[in-house]
């Protein structure tokens, strides 16, 4: 008797195993089939339209924002120019803070009085904005005295 060896459940064959039987070839006439392409083929249409139009929309956009971006660079870049010259223009910066805040407070509260310490406090910070707070802490004055 032939001894005849146990089949090894976890070994792949290396080959697949054609039993002969032919496979069922699809029919192109198959009306589900049919619907299922014009299904995809209509998906497919209005992605593509969607996109297309995500596309000019985005564009559009992106340009708007380049110009933008290159308008407020501009901007930025004289303001900083203007910013770094202010000394030049500090009497009247000065000035025109006072006045303009000294203004507005004494028409708020109605008191002129009110408006002249508003107006000075302002033409104080504008001061301070422009030629920079010298340090008159306890320790600086006395090094400023002579010895």
Known sequence: MAEQA?????????????????SP???????LLQSIKQ?????????????????ESSTMVVSRLRQLGTQTRHIAARAMSTYD?????????????????????????????????????GGAAAYGNIYGYEDHSAPSWRNSLPK
């Open 6 to 22: 146990s089949p090894d459940w976890n070994a792949t064959p290396s080959t697949p195993t054609n039993d002969g039987a032919a």
């Open 25 to 31: 070839k699809k029919s192109t006439n198959d009306p």
């Open 39 to 55: 299904f995809v083929n209509l998906t497919n249409s209005a992605l593509s339209t969607f996109e297309q139009a995500t596309d």
């Open 85 to 121: 010259h202010r000394a030049q223009y500090g009497p009247q910066i000065v000035a025109g803070t006072a006045v303009f805040m000294g203004g507005i407070m004494a028409l708020r509260t109605r008191r002129m009085p009110v408006g002249v310490v508003a107006g000075g406090l």
